[in-house]
């Protein structure tokens, strides 16, 4: 037998290989085919942003000017919006999340918990229109009402200061945690149903509790695939326009109160891309939107590292 690239070894024929080499040349194709896809749309923001570079710099990324009329642009204010209000998601998503997938995954009986798992998954379904209507009729009534009392009790942080909008980073924040929630849900109740049972059954003949048989066990087993859950999150969230842009309240402005209204970089250019008129108006929205792939893919990255990381001290512990 011969073996193949891959270290097995295959008793195929001459045709039979044949039908391989093109299978996998067909598959490398496919693959290449997307690389270049990527490529292809990073250049294209790239050329048609090109004025805007030139004018600007890579200040364009840090000043918050942002005047159209006096053709100034700055998209510090749009990366801010975009990054804490994804952040925010995060810190409330995450727990929820994971909390729930332990609860499906190890202590519901399993009829329940594929029950409750679809109605989960239906929720990533619904769309984010349906999801900023939402936002607009129930949330944003609910954030200001309590905006006040946070104000009140919690108004010597500069987190929670300002005059009660209802909009601003706290409700997006609110409206993108609820968008993601079952992504995180769904992959790491998976996650958590793929770590061997005997492993479990023997935390368990040991004498040890459940809460200990998740911590010990199916945590660490778990891990990469839970942290690659949130980053997979992470990255729908940053990309959010439509929902966010109805509740973020749409104002460039840096702000650290989580209270006040932001805006964020695919949200302003939902926003003003019909109505841009100059062409360097155009350009900076091509150059917002090259920006936010950067982030994507800096953010996926680092999310790659991480889930490696893991997985390594996961194979030497």
């Known amino acids: 037998m011969k073996p193949s690239s891959d270290g097995l070894e295959s008793g195929a024929g001459p045709r039979e290989q044949a039908g391989d080499r093109l299978f996998k040349l067909l598959l490398l194709g496919f693959g290449l085919f997307v690389v270049a896809l990527a490529l292809a ?8 942003s090109l004025k805007i570079w030139k004018e600007f710099g890579f200040s364009f990324l840090w000043t918050s000017v942002w005047d159209p009329v006096a053709e100034q642009f700055g998209a510090l204010p749009f990366i801010y919006g975009t990054l804490m209000s994804s952040a925010l998601a ?3 998503a995450a727990p929820l999340g994971i909390g729930s997938a332990i609860f499906l995954a190890e202590l519901a009986p399993r009829k329940i918990s594929d029950i409750c798992c679809f109605f989960i998954e239906l929720l990533a379904a ?14 944003v009534p609910a954030v200001r009402s309590i905006e006040p009392t946070l104000t009140r009790f919690l108004g010597f942080l500069p987190f929670f200061r300002g005059e009660p909008y209802g909009v601003g980073l706290l409700t997006a924040g609110g409206i993108l945690a609820l ?5 995180i849900t769904s992959i790491t ?3 958590l149903l793929s770590v061997p049972r005997p492993l479990k059954e023997g935390m368990l003949a040991l004498g040890a509790t459940h809460w200990e048989t998740v911590r010990r066990v199916s945590l660490p087993y778990a891990r990469s695939g839970i942290a690659g859950a949130v980053f997979l999150s992470l990255g729908r969230a940053l990309g959010e326009t439509m929902a966010v842009t109805m509740v973020i309240g749409n104002v460039p ?5 989580l209270l006040d209204p932001a805006y964020s970089m695919a949200s302003v250019i939902a926003n003003e891309l019909s109505e841009a008129v100059g062409d360097l108006h155009l350009e900076a929205l091509i150059a ?9 893919i800096v953010m ?10 893991a997985v390594k001290k996961g194979e030497r512990a």
């Not at 968008?179 to 992504?183: A, D, H, N, T």
């Not at 402005?253 to 109160?257: D, E, I, K, P, T």
């Not at 917002?288 to 994507?296: D, K, S, W």
């Not at 996926?300 to 990381?309: F, H």
């Open 253 to 257: 402005r840096v702000s650290a109160s």
């Open 179 to 183: 968008m993601i929630l079952p992504y």
């Open 126 to 139: 619904v769309p984010s229109v349906i999801l900023g209507l939402m936002g607009i009729f129930i949330l």
């Open 288 to 296: 917002m939107g090259l920006a936010l792939l950067a982030i994507t």
């Open 90 to 92: 995060l810190a409330i």
């Open 300 to 309: 996926n990255g680092l999310a790659r590292l991480l889930i490696d990381q």
């Open 41 to 48: 749309l990073a250049c294209e923001l790239a050329a048609k």
């Open 189 to 191: 109740r998976e996650v």
